[in-house]
């Protein structure tokens, strides 16, 4: 039995210094296992008290007494890095110094007054640090909602689709943080992607009966690809092997893929499967709409972290993309694209609900001109 486990653990923990660009694969679930056998219940509680107990903490590791610990704290205070005989703004740097970065930083500053045109922050920025800080340290209302002790929580990076040339190298337009104990199907959910939203079909001589079922309530298939599995969706009736063509091409010929297999995701949860961090796994839905799928962090969840289960999985970041604007009013975000349109001076061309109404239409809704029209959505409308 020792043996066993010594063995698994041996196989569960990653390479925490990875020479390569990703670990070597190991078992989710068997390293939170590991971690459970070597940490103690300090180290795994969620309590707030737990945190609480900063002078035990300071006594335990500097050795010191009990009573020296107000003293000590009240030393290493941050305040104490503030100048005792006066009060000084730091956003203000003094006319007499002698440091040359603050010289440089003044320099800067002063350069940025004469040539800024907008102050503000960066929009960007903003978004994330909302997303990141909206949910941390929050408790559920019911204790049945609350994440156990010992949790794991994996960071996934979810890039843009592979369809949006420039942003299909390097940008990962959403960071979802999971938890090991929930199911593929949960993620695969939770995943926002503009493909889900589109309608499909021309609708220049019916406009408004452009039908309101999106493409992600007709194709509902979609895989996980992780270490030669494919995971399906198949939760639907109407759910394909979307997975079945590709193992069959590898099959085919000596391709140098073995043994690859398809599961269904509803099945599987984190803790199940093999992984590895760092390296690109697949997210496929729509049929072709590719995202690449990178682990980033495993961790043990913390006290600090958002404990509601039903939170997750938890979007912590986002990718914020300008809007594309109709190209009449140049105010209003685009909602129809016309192709071989007489009346525009460009193909394709973007337009809002009223603008492609007004120019497009008489007011008995007659067509005018030639042109094909087709519903559009933006990606910025994830904004």
Not at 192 to 215: K, L, R, T, W, Y
Not at 360 to 365: A, K, M, Q, R, T
Request: charged share 25%.
């Amino acid at each position: 039995m020792a043996a066993a486990a010594a063995a698994e653990a041996a196989g569960a923990a990653p390479d925490y210094e990875a020479a390569e660009l990703y670990t070597r694969a190991f078992r989710v679930g068997a390293l939170g296992r590991c971690w459970m056998q070597h940490l103690g219940p300090p180290d795994l509680s969620l309590a707030a008290e737990a945190a609480a107990d900063e002078d035990a903490a300071v006594v335990a590791e500097l050795g010191c007494e009990l009573e020296m610990v107000p003293e000590l704290q009240e030393v290493c205070s941050i305040d104490m890095l503030m100048s005792s005989d006066k009060e000084e703004d730091p956003d203000v740097i003094p006319e007499d110094n002698s440091l040359l970065t603050l010289r440089i930083r003044k320099e800067a500053l002063e350069r940025r007054e004469e040539t800024i045109i907008v102050d503000r922050a960066c929009r960007q920025e903003t978004l994330a640090y909302e997303m990141e800080s909206h949910a941390s340290g929050k408790r559920p209302d019911s204790p049945a909602d609350l994440v156990e002790e010992g949790e794991l929580l994996l960071t996934l990076n979810i890039f843009y689709p592979v369809i949006f040339q420039k942003h299909k190298d390097y940008k990962p337009y959403q960071t979802v943080l999971v938890l090991g104990s929930q199911k593929l199907t949960e993620l695969r959910d939770s995943i926002s992607c503009v493909s889900d939203f589109q309608i499909g079909g021309e609708f220049s001589s019916q406009p408004d009966q452009a039908p309101e079922h999106i493409s992600k309530d007709l194709y509902k298939s979609a895989f996980f690809y992780f270490e030669g599995i494919f995971y399906n969706d198949k939760r639907y009736p109407e759910c394909r092997d979307l997975s079945r063509t590709i193992i069959e091409w590898s099959e085919s010929h000596d391709r140098g893929y073995v043994n690859l297999q398809s599961d269904d995701m509803e099945g599987y949860t984190f803790n199940d499967l093999s992984l590895k961090i760092g390296f690109p796994y697949l997210f496929c839905h729509q049929g072709d709409c590719e995202h690449i799928v990178i682990i980033t962090d495993i961790r043990l969840i913390h006290y600090d972290d958002c404990l509601d289960r039903n939170l997750y999985p938890l979007l912590i970041k986002k990718h914020w993309l300008c809007t594309r604007k109709c190209f009449v009013c140049k105010m209003y975000t685009a909602r129809w694209v016309t192709n071989n349109d007489s009346l525009a001076p460009e193909d394709p061309c973007f337009f809002c609900d009223v603008c492609f109404q007004m120019l497009h239409y008489d007011l008995e809704g007659n067509k005018l001109g030639e042109f094909l029209a087709y519903p559009y959505v933006d990606p910025g409308i994830f904004n």
